[in-house]
């Protein structure tokens, strides 16, 4: 069975700092792996997937995520965020082949709270 | 916005009752996926179908079903209504069975009074 685990529930940070918003995954088979960002009252938006190839991953809004194997995880970062970065940010996997159901499974989530 | 829309965007009704809430995926996607949102169970895979045929389950609960019809468009039906289903329920959808980029939609809030 697959989980993913979101490391931190919250992060606070200023304005114009990096962050990191880190995510471990445990899955017996190879996966797809998935940023979503969660504003206020609305519904998930991809930020950035890794299906394959570069384990550097680009996304919208200048987020990028880093896939590692032997660690497991895929960690998001932005090396200067926005107030307007303020949201619910979901890890998320899927199983790659024939096992591949469509069926997303997801972390706890992480709070990043932009601070002027 | 991601092409799927749900209806209606806020439900309150009362135990025991039943509702249907209703997703019209992007064009051209053939597969719609059903999650519910929560504070204590977060986000959890309810059950997808891919061309008006069920693919996958996850911890769907019994006296919830669902359906696709011809048109690709889906409900998720909840029947005798308990307190603890009172949720966000988003639809996604994506273009084939493989799931290597879902479109959420903005979700239905449920209240179960």
């Known amino acids: 069975a697959q989980s993913v685990t979101q490391l931190d529930s919250q992060v606070p940070v200023f304005e114009e700092a990096p962050v990191e918003l880190r995510c471990n995954y445990s899955s017996s088979v190879s996966v797809y792996l998935f940023w979503y960002v969660q504003y206020p009252n609305q519904g998930l938006q991809l930020l950035l997937k890794?299906?394959?190839?570069?384990?550097l991953v680009k996304g919208i809004n200048g987020f990028e995520a880093e896939f590692n194997k032997s660690q497991t995880s895929f960690h998001l970062r932005k090396p200067s965020v926005h107030i307007s970065d303020t949201a619910e940010y979901f890890c998320?996997?899927?199983?790659?082949?024939?096992?591949?159901?469509?069926?997303?499974?997801f972390g706890q989530g992480t709070t990043l709270q932009v601070k002027p | 916005d991601s092409g799927v829309t749900q209806t209606p965007k806020h439900l309150i009704t009362a135990t025991g009752q039943r509702v249907t809430l209703r997703c019209s995926p992007r064009s051209g996607d053939l597969s719609v996926y059903w999650y519910q949102q929560s504070l204590d169970q977060g986000l959890q895979f309810l059950i997808q179908y891919y061309n008006g045929e069920e693919r996958a389950k996850g911890n769907i609960l019994e006296r919830f079903s669902a359906q696709q019809f011809p048109d690709l468009h889906s409900e998720l039906n909840l029947s005798s209504l308990e307190l603890g289903d009172s949720a966000l329920y988003f639809c996604a959808s994506s273009v084939g069975r493989v799931v290597t980029e879902a479109f959420f939609g903005q979700g239905t809030r449920l209240t179960v009074v």
């Open positions: 890794y299906l394959s190839g570069s384990t």
């Open positions: 998320a996997v899927s199983e790659v082949g024939s096992g591949n159901t469509g069926k997303l499974i």
